[in-house]
T-cell receptor
């Protein structure tokens, strides 16, 4: 069975600081990994996805993630946080029929 | 371009009442999904439909039924609502195939409270 673990249910950073949201996966087959963002009272929007093409994946809004097989990780980063980045972020692994297994989410707070 | 549309956006039910959550997509996607979101638990798959005419159980199907009415529409029914079904429900759709590489597109959610 596939699973995803997100370390830290809440992360707080200052505006302009590095954003690092952690995601570790467990999968018996090569994983396809996704990061989604959810703004308050909204649905989920795709930030980026890893589908085995390149290990460093660039997404929207300046976010990127690096797939590290040796560490079973897919951490999300952004060099400089902006107030508009405040949201909840979900890491997910995709399986057969594109069914998603989600982590428990990380709420990102950006402070002035 | 509407994408995935869910109705209603909010609903309050009494224990034992029934209701149907509606979902429609206009992206010509084959696959559709229902997830529920609970605090601290992320999103969990309730039911999915890989293609028109097929449905199957996900991780948490108890207390729910679904209907894939046509390619565009996928409804979720609560026959006898329970307080444990208080949640935010999301419908999603994706292209078929790709062995898990296809992006899912989500609706805006339905906030359901069962009292």
């Amino acid at each position: 069975a596939q699973s995803v673990t997100q370390l830290g249910s809440h992360v707080s950073v200052s505006e302009g600081a590095l954003v690092l949201l952690r995601c570790n996966y467990s999968s018996s087959v090569p994983p396809y990994l996704f990061w989604y963002v959810q703004y308050p009272n909204q649905g989920l929007q795709l930030l980026l996805k890893y589908t085995s093409a390149a290990t460093l994946v660039k997404g929207i809004n300046g976010f990127e993630a690096e797939f590290k097989k040796s560490e079973t990780s897919f951490h999300l980063t952004k060099p400089s946080a902006h107030m508009s980045d405040a949201a909840e972020y979900f890491c997910a692994v995709s399986g057969r029929l594109n069914k998603l297994t989600f982590g428990t989410g990380t709420q990102l707070k950006v402070e002035l | 371009n509407a994408g995935v549309t869910q109705t209603p956006k909010f609903q309050v039910l009494k224990t034992g009442q029934s209701m149907t959550l509606q979902c429609a997509q206009d992206m010509n996607h084959n696959s559709m999904y229902w997830y529920r979101q609970d605090p601290g638990m992320g999103l969990r798959l309730i039911y999915y439909s890989a293609s028109e005419g097929t449905t199957d159980k996900g991780e948490v199907p108890n207390g729910y039924n679904v209907s894939r009415l046509n390619k565009r529409e996928f409804s979720l029914r609560l026959e006898s609502a329970a307080p444990s079904q208080t949640s935010v429900y999301f419908c999603a759709s994706s292209l078929k195939g790709g062995q898990g590489t296809q992006e899912a597109f989500f609706g805006q959610g339905t906030r359901l409270t069962v009292v």
